[in-house]
């Protein structure tokens, strides 16, 4: 088939990446010209495991392409809308200015019998919005609302095999055809059995918000019980072992620690927030406040539990942080716990130096002030205290007899709950950790 994808950022890109690796024609269509020059040379703008080989193919291959011109797109019959949409400065709403400006966008290119996809994340109530917007332009043009689930790390199978589809749209004739177009553009998944679910535009815009919201509520609650267990002496990874065996809970999403960052959980529970106070059932998701104000301590109480492990004071403390990312497997520092806790130590006086394999330069770009090394071992050299902020597998593998050797004071403070307590202590370190003994 012969698809557009507009917007080609961490969701964009992977989606056009992957549609091209089925047999499609796939032009991606973005308003930043060296994002779009690097991707036609069949690079990633960003860290993305398998990616890379999936773009290049691509693009060799001649059935991917990309272009600042979204006239480009008027060949394409399926239009997915794959920008992002941030929290709006200063507020809790979601800003809807890039979504708004990419469907004007494609009402230009549309022609009769085209479908246009939404895969952004949206306040419920948009996709109504704007297709009214489309069908006062194009009749016969249909919208679908087709909200993506991709992990950042593990984006290219999220895509190409995801755990669901959710196609929602108006019920009726074209409805239907349109949704008969996405089978084809979605055939190989479809023939392999991921679950399909039809339903209205509100439910399909609210699935996304609403499992998002699941899963952070699913980290608030294990982070809530780590502070029970801070004041009781309990252990909350043992905790979460022990209530994780049961099904009906199950054991993912329970790593208590630092707690959730990114650039979809937190905005996306605050967006959600706003939302259901413009529908007047702002009560339905009071919760959700105190799932982002438990998210919140935790970056606070691990600033406190670095003054605490260096006897009441990090005033000129020489601390390392390990990992700005914010989460292991990418190289996104949006609202990353780490960089968020390094900034503040920084501030109350500390002298903190981060590293990270992957997420360095975006780190710098964005938090000039702070200061980096490209290596573990120049990041602890002398430190008074090592913090483990983002579970890099190559951080939890780090020997402690090996890292002790290049410290100052041997005092690991484990951010994320991933290091062996025991083989740290038995190596003579001062280990300390986030709702554990
Ligand atoms: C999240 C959702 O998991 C995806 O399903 C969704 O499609 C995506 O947002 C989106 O809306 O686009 P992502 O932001 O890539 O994906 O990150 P997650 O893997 O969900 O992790 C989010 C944060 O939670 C990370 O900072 C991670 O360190 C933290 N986390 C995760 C925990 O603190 N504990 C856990 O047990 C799991």
């Not at 085209?114 to 006062?136: C, Q």
């Not at 349109?178 to 039809?198: N, Q």
């Amino acid at each position: 088939m012969k698809i557009s994808v507009f917007g080609c950022g961490y969701l964009g890109a992977v989606h056009a990446a992957c549609m091209a690796s089925l047999g499609h024609e796939v032009v991606g269509i973005d308003i930043v010209p060296e994002q779009v020059r690097a991707l036609s040379r069949g690079e990633a703008p960003f860290f993305e495991p398998d990616l890379p080989g999936l773009l290049a193919e691509g693009v060799a291959g001649g059935r991917l392409r990309f272009s600042v011109d979204p006239g480009d797109a008027s060949p394409a019959t399926v239009h997915f809308v794959c920008v992002n949409t941030p929290q709006k400065k200063g507020e809790y709403g979601a800003d809807l200015s890039h979504l708004n400006a990419v469907i004007e966008s494609i009402l230009a290119v549309v022609k009769p019998g085209d479908v246009i996809v939404g895969k952004s994340t949206v306040p419920v109530g948009t996709a109504e919005r704007l297709l009214a917007r489309i069908t006062a332009v194009e009749p016969e043009a249909e919208l679908l609302w087709n909200p993506e689930f991709l992990r950042e790390g593990h984006a290219v199978q999220d895509t190409l095999s995801p755990d669901r589809f959710v196609y929602g749209y108006v019920d009726g004739p074209q409805g239907r055809d349109a949704a008969a177009k996405l089978d084809e553009v979605y055939a190989v998944a479809l023939s392999d059995g991921v679950p399909k679910l039809e339903t209205d535009l509100a439910t399909a815009q609210l699935v996304k918000v609403a499992a998002n919201s699941f899963l952070a509520t699913k980290i608030s609650f294990v982070n809530a019980m780590a502070e029970l267990c801070e004041a009781t002496g309990a252990d909350v990874t043992q905790l979460a072992d022990a209530i994780g065996y049961d099904d009906r809970i199950g054991r993912k999403f329970l790593n208590a620690g630092l707690g959730f960052g990114g650039g979809c959980l937190p905005k996306d529970i605050r967006a959600f927030m706003a939302r259901a106070g413009e529908l007047g059932v702002d009560q339905a998701l009071t919760f959700l406040r105190e799932v982002d104000s438990i998210n919140m301590r935790r970056r606070v109480r691990m600033v406190d539990l670095a003054r605490e492990v260096c006897g009441g004071s990090i005033v000129g403390r020489r601390l390392a942080v390990l990992g700005s990312a914010f989460k292991p497997d990418s190289d996104d520092i949006r609202d990353s716990p780490a960089l968020s806790v390094a900034a503040q130590m920084q501030l109350q006086g500390a002298r903190v130096l981060v590293t990270d394999p992957r997420a360095i330069d975006n780190a710098r770009k964005k938090w000039p002030d702070l200061e980096f090394a490209s290596t573990v071992e120049e990041a602890v050299a002398e430190s008074e205290a090592v913090l483990l902020l983002t579970e890099w597998p190559e951080y939890v593998e780090l020997d402690p007899a090996d890292l002790k050797r290049l410290v100052a004071v041997p005092r690991m403070i484990d951010g994320r709950n991933c290091l062996e307590p025991a083989r740290w202590r038995a190596a003579g370190w001062t280990y300390r950790a986030l709702g554990r003994p």
